[in-house]
């Protein structure tokens, strides 16, 4: 009962949430921020998929960086410091109009501040870029006690909208590009990946490619790169399923082309260690992750990604 009670306490809390972003979606925006702040890289694919199931959920992520901002002009100047947090919230699901056929979508809702040293605090909120997409199960060992070792493997092609505000302004001043909402373009990606699972042991890989189209300002953010290799144990206790999984993630990012100039301070490089829970009860899946990073090369080396947080939950259907 107890654990029950926990997870509708989950669901009200993801409710709230939703709704409380949704209004900052239609407020107001702070204030301009200067040229290079945290990128907002993916960093994160998932845990272990749930395979053949239609579900609908909710997601949680918080990045967090720390940029110092040197300047071009006066290499006396005070470096300047700043901290910038991403919070994103995502409705997302997932139908099988086929066994071997996926489709996913996802509408998040995101809302971005740099506080800086000496200028404050600049903020932008609101609806974030759509995404829709699918996937092909390519191979499936059979479902059947007598196989030791099974594989999956599948791959997937997606197109990102955009649907998020990219352009926010304060009087004729716009906000740094990666605080925005929005991107202003249409994107596509691709994926594949590969389980392999002996008794109650497994282990993920997957690869994702993002192939980043200008906007119609002329803006194109670099093309990025996703992959992750992670390692899993599930057992059952008392019909609740816990699946703890531990892995390492890596995210390059390409630089930014603005017109035909290509943008120095962006891009870059980011290997990350992290670790998930996936508690399973009933129609209920709730995760919980965290990444700290290892290595990192990020905006010319001006950013340091500090941490990565990740929480969902999810009902199959």
């Known amino acids: 009962?107890?654990?029950?009670?926990?997870?509708?306490?989950?669901?009200?809390?993801?409710?709230?949430?939703?709704?409380?972003?949704?209004?900052?979606?239609?407020?107001?925006?702070?204030a301009v921020a200067c040229d290079q702040c945290g990128c907002a890289t993916s960093g994160y694919l998932g845990i272990v998929p749930q395979f053949g199931r239609h579900y609908v959920g909710s997601r949680y992520q918080l990045q967090q960086f720390e940029t110092r901002h040197s300047s071009l002009l006066d290499d006396t100047a005070p470096t300047e410091k700043s901290r910038e947090y991403f919070h994103l919230v995502e409705v997302n699901g997932s139908y099988y109009p086929h066994k071997r056929i996926q489709l996913l979508g996802a509408v998040p809702f995101v809302h971005r501040s740099q506080i800086s040293s000496s200028e404050g605090t600049f903020t932008a909120y609101g609806l974030g870029d759509a995404w829709l997409g699918g996937n092909y199960t390519i191979f499936a060992s059979p479902d059947s006690m007598s196989k030791k070792v099974r594989h999956h493997v599948f791959g997937g092609v997606g197109l990102k909208t955009?649907?998020?505000?990219?352009?926010?302004?304060?009087?004729?001043?716009?906000?740094?590009?990666?605080l925005q909402p929005g991107t202003g373009s249409w994107d596509v990606d691709l994926n594949t990946r590969y389980l392999i699972r002996m008794k109650?042991?497994?282990?993920?890989?997957?690869?994702?490619?993002?192939?980043?189209?200008k906007n119609r300002d002329g803006y194109k953010y670099g093309d990025?790169?996703?992959s992750v290799l992670g390692a899993f144990y599930w057992t059952i206790y008392r019909n609740v399923t816990f699946m703890p999984q531990i892995g390492l993630n890596f995210d390059h990012a390409f630089k930014d082309v603005d017109g035909r100039r290509l943008q120095t301070k962006t891009g870059g490089y980011q290997l990350s260690s992290r670790a998930d829970l996936q508690i399973g009860y009933k129609r209920f899946i709730a995760s919980l992750g965290y990444a700290i990073p290892l290595v990192h090369n990020l905006s010319g080396k001006e950013t340091t990604p500090v941490q990565q947080v990740n929480v969902s939950l999810s009902i199959t259907i």
């Open 200 to 213: 109650r042991w497994g282990v993920t890989s997957a690869i994702n490619y993002r192939l980043n189209l």
């Open 1 to 30: 009962m107890a654990f029950g009670h926990s997870f509708k306490l989950c669901v009200f809390i993801m409710k709230k949430i939703l709704i409380g972003l949704c209004l900052l979606a239609m407020s107001s925006f702070g």
């Open 224 to 226: 990025r790169i996703t």
């Open 162 to 178: 955009p649907t998020g505000r990219w352009n926010l302004k304060l009087g004729d001043e716009q906000l740094h590009r990666n």
